[in-house]
């Protein structure tokens, strides 16, 4: 009877390969060709950063639709990445990216990389110095100017410098060296400032070939040693954001190319300092400017968790610095970011718990077993910005996003 079974499973197979190129010259030949982005407003799309911890050659841009919850296409970014930028007024997106000569070792090679906003397909590559800050987590270690002509990028080896990018042109510029500043925060059409340790932010001014035509030291306004800000600020016309480890608001304002204190207030009361209420996550502040109003996670807990998930965001008027508004989040949140439109949405990277914290007293029994379950999964959350009513969440939205921009 085996040997009979034996016999019949030959005979089906073979029958089945026999039959397989008769059914393959029935099928109608495939086109390829190249999907491209949806037409109409992007208010409401949102590029979330994806470090990609499974993969770290493959860090990633991922694009979705708030209002409708789902995803519009990918951006693979290399090594250390997973940031994007947006031109003013053009459909572009410009990314930085690291890769390796020999995939994992070999010579370093770095780029600008500018892609079509339509098809997602790459239209230049600029070869930059390989010495890109890759701070994985951080959100300032590039930026473009506010005429989006200039990119500038801040360096690390440990010796600090900025190189710029003239993406009109699609050419390096130059490196500028930067000792102890470094970060990008822009202020007009040719000038950002550089975060200083001396508790300053320098101004620097490009002329229209790219190069530096002044640089502008500024007032220190925080002590880095006492009550130091944190890189992730915000800003707000002119200004800039800063939140101290000790829930301070610093805000910087650029006047005629320099950097002034513009005013100190702080986001938490002395009872909720008490309580160890903080910022929380690694982009913790958000502003819609058409209201005035600032968006910051807020968790509890000592000095050393300020990069941990926060589980509520509070509301700010920032004209009189008062709360406003507390939204408790669905999920435990790491970035946030507010849409800038007159609906605005209040987008979060989220980490979505899929089994219940109690669970994890399963560790001290199954071992090395409980690798195989999944305890949370990064999310996108979108929530009302105006009420902060939970409107959605997008699931599986990355494997580990740490930043959230839009177009």
């Not at 016999?7 to 029958?15: D, E, H, K, N």
């Not at 050659?57 to 994007?84: H, I, N, Q």
């Not at 600020?233 to 000790?246: K, P, Y």
Request: net charge negative.
């Amino acid at each position: 009877m085996k040997k009979q079974a034996g016999y019949s499973i030959v005979l089906t197979a073979g029958l089945l390969l026999c039959a397989t190129p008769l059914a393959a010259d029935d099928l109608p030949a495939e086109t390829p060709y190249v999907e491209t982005m949806p037409e109409g407003p992007r208010d409401h799309w949102v590029a979330l950063g994806d470090l990609n911890p499974l993969g770290s050659p493959d860090t990633r841009v991922v694009l979705f639709d708030a209002d409708k919850g789902e995803m519009l296409g990918l951006l693979s970014t290399g090594y250390w990445s997973g940031l994007s930028y947006f031109p003013r007024g053009r459909s572009d997106i410009v990314t930085l990216e690291t890769y390796f000569e020999k995939g994992t070792r070999g010579k370093r090679t770095d780029y600008a990389v500018i892609y079509d906003g339509k098809t997602l397909l790459p239209l230049h590559e600029i070869e930059i110095p390989p010495r890109r800050m890759t701070a994985l987590t951080q959100t300032r270690m590039a930026d473009l100017t506010d005429d989006g002509r200039f990119l500038a990028v801040t360096n690390f080896t440990p010796a600090q410098s900025v190189s710029i990018v003239d993406l009109a042109e699609h050419r390096f510029v130059g490196e500028v060296a930067t000792p102890g500043c470094g970060q990008i925060y822009p202020v007009s059409a040719r000038s950002f400032g550089i975060l200083c340790g001396d508790g300053s932010l320098r101004i620097m001014t490009l002329d229209d070939a790219g190069q530096v035509a002044t640089q502008a030291e500024g007032e220190p306004f925080f002590d880095a040693f006492k009550d130091p800000v944190l890189v992730p600020a915000a800003r707000w016309g002119a200004a800039w954001l800063f939140v101290s480890m000790d829930g301070m608001i610093h805000e910087v304002a650029a006047e005629n190319d320099v950097a002034k204190l513009r005013a100190t207030w702080s986001l938490i009361t002395d009872r909720e300092r008490k309580d160890r209420w903080r910022t929380g996550g690694v982009q913790p502040l958000a502003i819609h400017e058409a209201t005035s109003k600032l968006y910051a996670l807020m968790r509890q807990g000592g000095p050393e968790t300020y990069e941990e998930p926060a589980e509520e965001v509070w509301v700010y008027d920032l004209k009189t610095h008062a709360k406003i508004d507390t939204i408790p989040l669905t999920n435990l949140t790491l970035a946030i970011n507010v849409s800038r439109d007159d609906k605005p949405l209040l987008n979060a990277a989220a980490l979505k718990t899929v089994v219940p914290y109690w669970s994890l007293a399963l560790v001290s029994i199954l071992g090395n077993k409980f690798a195989d379950f999944d305890v949370v999964k990064p999310a996108l959350d979108i929530y009302d910005a105006h009420t902060g009513h939970h409107l959605r969440t997008i699931d599986h939205a990355a494997n580990f996003a740490t930043s959230v921009t839009q177009p």
